[in-house]
């Protein structure tokens, strides 16, 4: 069974950091892409920052520069840096892993990131 379990959220001020773990439980971490996700109110799900298992990463355009996705496989954990943080990155942050076809289908439950400016 997999478990997702991401910590890390809070409250802070606009230009600010945070960040945010995910682990990993019931997969082989080692052969899974991993991504973070985020919904905020009243919007859809959407991508923020993924990493493939060899460590190759992609971010949405608004993050780039300020946020650093990164994994230790010898933790099982994925990690997502975020500086310069901004009201708009306020959101529910989710982990995902992705099954061999690239297909984001577990997930974690959720933290919240609030922005306050």
């Known amino acids: 069974q997999v478990q997702l379990v991401e910590s890390g959220g809070g409250l802070v001020q606009a230009g600010g950091s945070l960040r945010l773990s995910c682990a990993a439980s019931?997969?082989?971490?080692?052969?899974?892409?991993m991504g973070w996700y985020r919904q905020a109110p009243g919007k859809q799900r959407g991508m923020v920052a993924t990493?493939?298992?060899?460590?190759?990463?992609n971010y949405v355009d608004s993050v780039k520069g300020r946020f650093t996705i990164s994994r230790d496989n010898t933790k099982n954990t994925v990690y997502l840096q975020m500086n310069d943080l901004k009201p708009e990155d306020t959101a529910v942050y989710y982990c995902?892993?992705?099954?061999?076809?690239?297909?984001?289908?577990?997930w974690g439950q959720g933290t919240q990131v609030t922005v306050s400016s």
């Open positions: 995902a892993a992705a099954r061999w076809d690239g297909v984001y289908d577990s």
């Open positions: 990493i493939s298992r060899g460590g190759n990463t």
């Open positions: 019931g997969i082989i971490f080692s052969r899974r892409a």
